[in-house]
């Protein structure tokens, strides 16, 4: 089993159970102690979890995904305001791509009446989209339950067929070593693929996102610029010396 695998599935009986033993890590994944130790470690390194006598628990600060009802009773007023701040970034005729996400969902009345095209991997937004008049693209392939985000091979063969003007990501964690992450592999491929098509890129988050790690890197800090309502004063100098931070308030 390559290494990516191994990690994947420990992080996810992590999520499962809160505490994995390592004796029953070297019969799961049948590997050596001596793998699974150095499994352990590196993810540890990565904060993905913490090394107890004997085995590995789920660490506090690791943001676990939520489900879209769940993340959009969250910081509802900063959300909104980031959203009206990207909306304004958005010119006559562009074709932009807004992720799955509900700091991108509180763009869309801000983009009413707007002569622009949006490519979008959510049901939702792609729904919400239409009915504010908005020329849609929905990408196709399977439908994550959790998010409403459309993943697979078929939707990123799709994305990779387009070019756009900007894009307006959504992201679960802004680490400075790590960069940008989320929980789900596959939507971190298409994240990936959607920014690498821009030629501007922008990742909406509020204040909670930064210095949180979850389980797969998208792209590091200077691969997208920040809209975020504020950044923690400590992280400040550090995140603008790699990209550039746009801090919005009222």
């Known amino acids: 089993m390559l290494t990516e695998e191994r990690h994947k599935k420990i992080i996810e009986w992590l999520e ?23 499994d352990l470690q590196e993810l540890e390194d990565l904060g993905l979890l913490e090394r107890i006598h004997g085995g590995a628990k ?24 980031v959203a009206q701040y990207a909306a304004s970034l958005v010119a006559e005729g562009d074709v932009i791509y807004l992720d799955a996400g509900t700091t991108t969902s509180e763009m869309i009345p801000f983009l009413k ?26 990408l196709g392939g399977r439908i994550k339950l959790t998010t409403d985000a459309v993943v697979g091979s078929q939707s990123l063969e799709q994305l990779k067929q387009y070019r756009f003007n900007k894009v ?35 990742v909406l988050v509020d204040h909670s996102k930064f210095n949180q790690t979850s389980f797969v ?12 309502d504020t950044c923690p004063l400590v992280l400040h100098d550090q995140i603008t010396a790699q990209t550039t931070l746009k801090e919005v308030s009222v």
């Open 16 to 38: 499962r159970d809160g505490v994995v033993k390592s004796q029953e890590l070297v019969q799961w994944l049948h590997s050596s102690e001596s793998t699974v130790r150095r």
């Open 58 to 81: 789920r660490p506090q600060h690791l943001e676990q995904e939520l489900g879209m009802l769940e993340k959009s009773s969250k910081n509802v007023q900063q959300k909104k305001l």
């Open 168 to 202: 307006f990501m959504g992201m679960n964690g802004i680490q400075l070593d790590s960069g940008y992450s989320t929980p789900d592999p596959e939507e971190a491929i298409l994240k990936r693929a959607a920014i690498q098509q821009a030629d501007d890129a922008f």
């Open 113 to 138: 009446n707007r002569t622009i095209t949006v490519v979008t991997n959510s049901v939702g937004l792609a729904a919400r989209l239409v009915e504010a008049q908005i020329a849609t693209i929905i």
């Open 217 to 228: 890197s998208v792209a590091p800090l200077s691969a997208a610029s920040i809209l975020t």
